[in-house]
């Protein structure tokens, strides 16, 4: 397990040094439905059915940069990102970091554009996801090698470096967490994960030294494909009953493709996005619609 870092120079050069202004930052992260399969822009050669796309559902104002959130990704095999960038639907399925911008988004569009115009003040995302794990074992934050929690860890650390660089400091509100899939497809994972998403909040509070860090977690998609949802379900419900600062976000009714069960459209990457902000915005400050 990778160590969180922690930035500051001695006692007195600290003394010296007003404190860096802060920036309110969220972390986006989880499986495929986290890294996203919205369609900015209609390719009808990718064979998705509905063929849809930010515009066709309404949303093509949100098909520009956005810099009023900025967004941090972590590469899926190492946690390190090009660097922070402005919100734009980009950020999704298959992003290139070498040209920090795809066709595809998830959640962070809607979280990123609601928190901010709700607010009226600038945020930050930090982003790290990979679809098809497990929280059993690819999230595993007590595998001693290096796995998909380390690499959220490590891209917590390079955003925070970056932030850090340009005079700003990160303050860490909540998470987003959007997984479950995975770990539905077997009972021997399904069973457990309970114990496994408790463990998951407790060691990542731990690291950030944020005992009380929010956690948003959407529940799965109610499909046939996911087997033992309901296990995945009744976990999810008991951590959000268990703890004040867990929340849950509905993911059942979300759209999905027609060929492609597991993962959701545009439509449904832009609900989803809303959800988790409107659910941080009305349990931190009493704002958004129920």
């Given amino acids: 397990m990778l160590a969180l870092c922690v930035f500051g120079g001695s006692s007195s050069a600290q003394a010296q ?5 802060t ?56 946690g390190v990102g090009p660097g922070w960038d402005a919100m734009r639907p980009a950020y999704g399925s ?7 911008r795809n066709n595809m988004f998830g959640p962070e569009l809607g979280i990123g554009r609601e928190i901010a115009a709700h607010l009226k003040e600038p945020i930050a995302i ?51 967490w959007m997984q479950g899939e995975s770990d539905s497809g077997d009972i021997k994972y399904a069973q457990h994960y309970q114990a496994n998403l408790e463990r998951l909040i407790a060691t990542l509070r731990t690291q950030l030294n944020k005992p009380n860090l929010d956690f948003y977690v959407a529940t799965i998609r109610d499909t046939p494909v996911w087997t033992y949802r ?4 009744n976990a999810q419900q008991a951590v959000a009953d268990a703890d004040p600062n867990v929340y849950l976000v509905n993911g059942r009714d979300l759209e999905a493709y027609n060929n492609d069960p597991m993962h959701y ?8 996005g809303q959800r988790f902000a409107l659910q941080a915005l009305y349990d931190a400050w009493g704002l958004g619609q129920f």
């Fill in 94 to 100: 298959g992003y290139e970091h070498s040209l920090y």
């Fill in 126 to 176: 930090i982003k790290y996801s990979k679809g098809g794990t497990l929280l059993a074992v690819d999230w595993d934050p007590t595998d001693p090698g290096i796995n998909r929690y380390d690499y959220l860890i490590n891209t917590i650390n390079h955003a925070t470096q970056a932030m850090a660089a340009g005079g700003i400091a990160l303050d860490i509100q909540g998470v987003f």
């Fill in 17 to 21: 040094q007003a404190p860096m202004p």
């Fill in 230 to 233: 309901q296990h995945i379900w």
């Fill in 23 to 78: 920036l309110r930052t969220y972390i986006v992260a989880g499986q495929s439905n986290a890294e996203g399969t919205g369609v900015r822009r209609n390719n009808p050669a990718n064979g998705l059915n509905p063929q849809q796309d930010l515009y066709t559902i309404g949303f093509g104002h949100w098909d520009s940069d956005y810099n009023q959130a900025l967004i941090y990704k972590g590469h899926p095999d190492s």
């Fill in 265 to 272: 459209t545009a439509r449904g990457q832009v609900t989803l």
